[in-house]
């Protein structure tokens, strides 16, 4: 069984800083695209950031220049450091990844539970 363990969120002022992370564990043999969405109230669950295993970064443009994801591989964890928050980030965070469990020849994605960010104006 693979976990998605999500750290990190919390309260903050308008223009401060928060860092997440996303710890993968369980038995696996391979994981491929990792990275982060978000839920506001009332919208819909959207990409703000995602990393393959190869480096390879794609951004939302509301989160362009603010945010910075980054990924250990060696940990199995994905962070995301969000800078000059606004209070339209407030929103739950959820990790994502594609994991090859053992005995499968496929990705399948796997979903953390979420964490709360808040920003306040």
């Known amino acids: 069984q693979v976990q998605l363990v999500e750290s990190g969120g919390g309260l903050v002022q308008a223009g401060g800083s928060l860092r997440l992370s996303c710890a993968a564990s369980?038995?696996?043999?391979?994981?491929?695209?990792m990275g982060w969405y978000r839920q506001a109230p009332g919208k819909q669950r959207e990409s703000v950031a995602d990393?393959?295993?190869?480096?390879?970064?794609n951004y939302a443009e509301s989160v362009k220049g603010r945010f910075i994801i980054s990924r250990d591989n060696l940990k199995n964890t994905v962070y995301l450091q969000m800078n000059s928050l606004k209070p339209e980030d407030t929103a739950v965070y959820y990790c994502?990844?594609?994991?090859?469990?053992?005995?499968?020849?496929?990705?399948?994605?796997?979903w953390g539970q979420g964490t709360q960010v808040t920003v306040s104006s």
């Open positions: 990393i393959t295993n190869g480096g390879t970064i």
């Open positions: 994502h990844a594609r994991v090859m469990e053992y005995g499968s020849s496929l990705y399948r994605a796997y």
């Open positions: 369980g038995r696996f043999f391979s994981i491929n695209g």
